[in-house]
């Protein structure tokens, strides 16, 4: 089905037809309402890519992303595609697995299918492919890696202050024996998580007993960690984790150690997701606001003006803990 056939069926021209499917120009809205009509009954759909080497212009954007499997990655793709969705963008992902080389690759195909901006949401950087997007003059946004540049501009948490809050909250409680559940700690955004755990434990030195683990990311590998930090023969009365994702693993592997939480064991997660509040008990947590950061990431992608020259911009998240069931004093005999 062509264009030309929209515009026979609808009795307009064909730059008539260009104009309403580009919502670019003024058409009255009888016209507008035919066309559409048209467009239903033939069952067209636009050659996206062809409209852009057309156009000059692309109407795509692409996102990548380290785990798309966690909820969290989940919830800034939606919050992404629904502002570009509102102005006639699609997004387009690719998944890494936390992979340096499989980023390096899907940079590459999103270049090569001429998206418009590129989300990078990952933990894991190639050092080399950063003067290649300096290079592109392609709009980029990276969150927790990258650094900003005229074309790029960078989105990053303050970690160390999460991680901070939520143990010395453990610590106001009277927890002493703490644990850390992380993944991939090679990864700097990650390792500063941990980082800033150990830190927080120097502070306490002399008077708290810690551990730190760590194995793949999700609930599988938390349940793991969990299993392994037992093994050890370290008995924790509060676990801190990576993020929420893992912590349900870590919930469920302490359930199965026949521990109740918080009576025995309290537990601390990350991002905040939303299966956070119904997990059981609902998790105390250190809130990211993924809403904001897919928001974020849109404006640095998409400014209002097309003419807009670029123009690389950093912005920084100050994360905030959020106190649920899943967190109170340790036991009183001091053993679990």
């Known amino acids: 089905m062509k264009l030309e056939d929209v515009a026979k069926r609808a009795r307009v021209s064909i730059a008539t037809v260009s104009r309403v499917l580009n919502n670019a120009g003024p058409v009255r809205n009888t016209t507008r309402a035919r066309v559409l009509k048209a467009v239903k009954e033939l069952k067209y759909h636009p050659n996206i890519h062809a409209r852009a080497l057309a156009g000059g212009r692309s109407r795509t954007l692409g996102m990548i992303v380290s785990n798309l499997e966690n909820p969290f990655f989940l919830d800034i793709f939606r919050t992404l595609e629904s502002d570009a969705h509102r102005t006639g963008y699609e997004v387009v992902v690719a998944n890494t697995d ?83 559940v992380g ?65 349900l693993g870590v919930l469920k592997a302490l359930r199965e150690q026949g521990l109740e939480i918080p009576r025995d064991v309290s537990v601390t997660g990350y991002d905040n997701i939303s299966l956070s509040e119904y997990a059981f008990p609902p998790l105390t947590t250190v809130n990211i606001p993924r809403e904001k950061i897919g928001h974020l990431s849109f404006e640095a992608l998409v400014p209002p003006r097309e003419d807009e020259p670029l123009h690389g911009r950093e912005y920084l998240i100050d994360p905030e803990l959020v106190i649920r069931e899943s967190t109170g004093p340790p036991p009183r005999t001091g053993s679990v």
């Open 98 to 180: 936390y992979i340096p080389r499989r980023l390096v690759s899907s940079v590459h195909l999103m270049m090569g299918r001429r998206v418009a901006g590129l989300a990078v949401i990952v933990s894991e950087m190639e050092p080399s492919l950063m003067q290649e997007l300096v290079e592109s003059n392609l709009p980029i946004v990276f969150y927790d890696v990258g650094t900003p540049a005229r074309n790029i501009s960078n989105i990053k948490v303050n970690y160390q202050k999460g991680i901070q809050r939520a143990v010395e909250y453990l610590h106001s409680l009277g927890h002493r024996r703490m644990a850390f």
């Open 183 to 247: 993944h991939h700690t090679s990864l700097e955004p990650l390792l500063d998580r941990k980082v800033s755990f150990l830190d927080t434990m120097k502070r306490y030195s002399g008077e708290v007993e810690f551990a730190t683990v760590a194995d793949r990311d999700g609930p599988a590998g938390g349940q793991e960690a969990t299993r392994t930090l037992f093994a050890s023969g370290f008995r924790p009365t509060a676990v801190i984790c990576v993020n929420d994702y893992m912590a």
